[in-house]
Each structure stands twice: as structure tokens, then as C-alpha cells.
């Protein structure tokens, strides 16, 4: 079992940064792709981005493409995801997964486990 913790969420203003973190536990989950998502108040669960076991390659949302950067530290069995110039549209909460199996994939029944969520809010 991989149980999965984000943090890092908050109350930011329009053109901010925030940097999410997802502390695994329980396995290495270095062999694991590993997938953010989020959902907004009323909307269903939408990919936002993934990282592949080693880090070496990454896939996003053209949401986010070119704001957001996802990236893992293995040794600390922690992935992460760096947003910058947020946008109000980008308020959720944010959600990490992992999955075992070929990169790269927005499926979200492909992925095993998921963490509890945190909330992002951007304001105006």
C-alpha cells in the first residue's frame, strides 16, 4: 500500500506561485508514475499533470503548459508541483495519484492511489 499526503495548498492572488508537495509512505514509490489532478466546486476531476518513475519525463494539461512544473525526489519519496502565474480558474482541490504501468496516462481510474487533497485558492 502507498498512502499519499499533499500540502503546500493556500490562498494566493492572481500571478502567484505555490509549490505542492506529495510525501509518499508505506513503499518507494520510485517505480510509480506519478499524476496530479484537481477539481473544482462542481466540476469533475481533471488531469493537471504526470512525472514519470524517474523524473526524466513529464506531461501536462495545456491548462497548465508552461506554468506548472512537476518533479520528484526519489531519495525522499516526494513529488512536487511548482505552479506559477496562477489564475483564478486554477482554484481546486489538488489532488496527487500514483500508477504503475506506461507513461503517460489522464485516466484517473488508472491510478492506484491517491492522496487526500489540498486546496488552492486564487483570487482576483
Known amino acids: 500500500q502507498v498512502q499519499l499526503v499533499e500540502s503546500g495548498g493556500g490562498l494566493v492572488q492572481a500571478g502567484g506561485s505555490l509549490r505542492l508537495s506529495c510525501a509518499a509512505s508505506g513503499r518507494t514509490i520510485s517505480s510509480y508514475a506519478m499524476g496530479w489532478f484537481r477539481q473544482a466546486p462542481g466540476k469533475e476531476r481533471e488531469f493537471v499533470a504526470e512525472i514519470n518513475w524517474s523524473g526524466g519525463r513529464t506531461y501536462y494539461a495545456d491548462s497548465v503548459k508552461g506554468r506548472f512544473t512537476a518533479s520528484r525526489d526519489n531519495p525522499k519519496n516526494t513529488v512536487y508541483l511548482q505552479m506559477n502565474s496562477l489564475k483564478p480558474e486554477d482554484t481546486a482541490v489538488y489532488y496527487c495519484?500514483?500508477?504503475?504501468?506506461?507513461?503517460?496516462?489522464?485516466?484517473?481510474?488508472?491510478?492506484?492511489?491517491w492522496g487526500q487533497g489540498t486546496q488552492v485558492t486564487v483570487s482576483s
Open positions: 495519484a500514483a500508477r504503475l504501468g506506461y507513461f503517460a496516462s489522464e485516466i484517473r481510474g488508472e491510478y492506484g492511489y
